[in-house]
């Protein structure tokens, strides 16, 4: 089984450690302080608060408390106090200088965000993707430096508040950072600046895939068991957010993103449309919600050029985590399984094995936050939205089983996310009377009005 990149960006003390040993005391800082009045006079610390304390929230935040110079945790926010006490506990385990987060700067609930954006210079964003425009517009209107998670958003609605707020965040200089660290990873990039140098002459057609395994289900008899209580369809779709496209965008977007992603950096450009077939074929269950367990994509690019995309959530079947391309003078394998960042052709080249190259989790948080400090560009939100879009649309089209438009994509009237939010609010999809929830039927009319 392929290691799973997903699983990734954890962080423990022996990876603080060795980063901070570079660590050189704030001798970067910029002139943020009196750009935006963020820091007490003479203070270089940046002060960071994490909104969303789950798996990926706490590597992030470990990942900022390593970059060069002082570095300070110094609120958190979640919605489930429980998610919030122990990820603390792991921070302050491995990295208690640098964590300063007490009772009275750890924020439940909601609204939880907006106090602990007020709080910081820097705010990681890393809950489920359907909350992120939400968040996102609020750390711009607060006027913060963001690092989010990719997906960006699910839906189309969710796409146009994070473009227009990143033309807000143009207007204010902030700096932001999208999690597809691929774009800080060494061999990737070197790979794919042959690509553009024209080691392999026009592209004419591109293959990516995440084909893998289901990554965690929380089951509702568990949760209620844990909680000794009944639990809200509201809590329980928080809690087991995978499985609802409101929260996931289904495993196409969560996941599949950074391969279509990828792609799209190669071809320097989105797709225009795609076509394809998907489906529910073997997780079954009332705890795997209402998303697909594969996807299979035709993406078409403005060119005519064709990319064949695959996820798969299935046991027992081919796993690859990889991206491809065919040219007019050769072939690349850009990266992901063994045998990656190998150009053949009459430019074979290979990104030379046993090169140091370093934890794009970490160059990812390093690249930012030294354009924090030092007042330059560092704006990664459109890429990362337009690359969000790519794989909405991908599973709009395997929904729907039409031919659906970058533009119908964006444009897209269904807006996923509920209207309240609140534990006794309702949920935006609700289960059937014996606990299940219906998957989309391609071709159905009833349908495509809830997908495009
Ligand atoms: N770049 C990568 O390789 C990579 C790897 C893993 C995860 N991720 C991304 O990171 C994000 C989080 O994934 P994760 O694995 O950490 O999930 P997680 O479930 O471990 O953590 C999410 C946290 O957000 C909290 N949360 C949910 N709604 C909230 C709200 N409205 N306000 C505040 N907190 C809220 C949850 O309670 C939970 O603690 C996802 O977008 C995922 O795609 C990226």
New binding site residues.
Partial sequence: MQKN?????DFSRRDFLRTSSVAVGGALLGNISAERGAHAAGDDTVKVAL??????????AGQALSTEGSVRLVAM????ED??TS?LAVLQKNAKEKVDVPKDRQFI??D??KEAIALADVVIL????G??P??FEEAVRQGKNIFM???VAVDGPGIRRVLAAAEEAKKKSLKIGV???RHHQLPYIETIKRLHDGAIGDITSMRCYWNGQT?WVHTREDLERQAGRPLTDMEYQ??N??YFVW??GDHIV??H??NLDVINWVKNGFPVKARGMGGCEVRKGKDYGEIFDHHAVEFEYADGSICFSECRHQPGCWNSVSEHVVGTKGSCHVGGDTGGHTIRGENAWRFPRGTPSRDP?QQEHDDLFAAIRKNEAFNEVERGAKSTLTAILGRMATYSGKEISFEQALNSQVDHLPKI?AWDAPAPVQPNSEGYYSTPVPGDSEWLKKIV
């Fill in positions: 990149p997903n699983s990734s960006g909104i969303g304390c789950g798996g990926r929230g706490t590597g992030a926010a979640d919605i489930f998610h919030l990820k609930g909601f939880a965000y890393t809950t489920p993707p909350i992120r939400i968040h998670e990719k997906p999690g597809l660290q990554p928080f809690r957010w995978y929260l996931c969560e996941q993103i950074h989790y939010f």
